[in-house]
Each structure stands twice: as C-alpha cells, then as structure tokens.
C-alpha cells in the first residue's frame, strides 16, 4: 500500500509550480484587495508559498486564497491539482486510495469544486433534436 502511494505522490506537481499557476489565474490581473478592489497592496509573504498582503487603502489583511474554496484548506495545492485534474477519470474512492488522505477528504475537494464550477458556470440553453443516452428528445419551444 505505502509503495503504490509513493508511486503516486511521485506523480504529484510540486506545490510550489501548483501555487504559482492558482496565482498567475487568481493575479491575472495583478493583485488587488478582494474588499476595496485597490491595487494598492503591501507583499508581506514569500514568493515560494502562499503569499499574504496587506490593502494600503482600507488595511485588510488577505492571502492567495482569501475568498477562494481553497480558503482555510489543509490539503496540500498539489495534491488539489491532482484531486482536480483526475475527477473526470477516477472515482473519488480510486483517488483517495492512491493519495494518503482519506474518502471523505478527497469528497469534500470534490463537492466543493464541482459546487462551484455549477454555480459559475452560464446556463445552457439547447435548441433542435437532442440525443441523451441513445434516446432523441425534442427542444420544447
């Protein structure tokens, strides 16, 4: 069992690319107080973990997470891009076999990521002839 973990955690992302890829995506463009939007900001963390700040304009203390579902989180960036990246092809039982972590761990990442990907993605709507499962249902206009 360790052996197929370590295989495993060898396939991992270091933490530190994880985290700067979440801040390239969360700082596109550039870092700004998630309370006034300044982009007048103090950098009080280091470069290589995860980076806290401080607003000029209204004093907030904040991080990179500050305001993300990875706020208060325990569980490593990269073992996050992992849970993240194999949710389309493994089962959550699968992926916390293969990670130290337990079930209900690897379940929480999972709901909360597919949470909010449903509550900001735009709705669909479909048009015409639809195949669901082999069967053809027609749009009701």
Known sequence: MTSKI?????????EETCINMFREIRWSLGVYCPKCKSY???????????????????GL?????TGTIFHKTKVPMNVIFYILFNL??????MISKE?????????RI???IRDNLEKN?????????????EMYIPAVK
């Open 6 to 14: 370590l295989n495993h955690v060898n396939m991992l992302p270091s």
């Open 99 to 107: 990670l130290p972590y337990t079930r209900k761990t690897i379940t």
């Open 88 to 93: 389309p092809f493994k089962s959550v039982n």
């Open 121 to 133: 993605c735009l709705p669909v709507k479909l048009t015409g002839d639809i195949e669901f499962d």
């Open 40 to 58: 007048e900001i103090h950098n009080r963390g280091s470069p290589f973990k995860t980076r806290h700040y401080s607003c000029k304009k209204c």
């Open 61 to 65: 203390n904040f991080s990179d997470y």
């Open 110 to 112: 999972a709901n909360l």
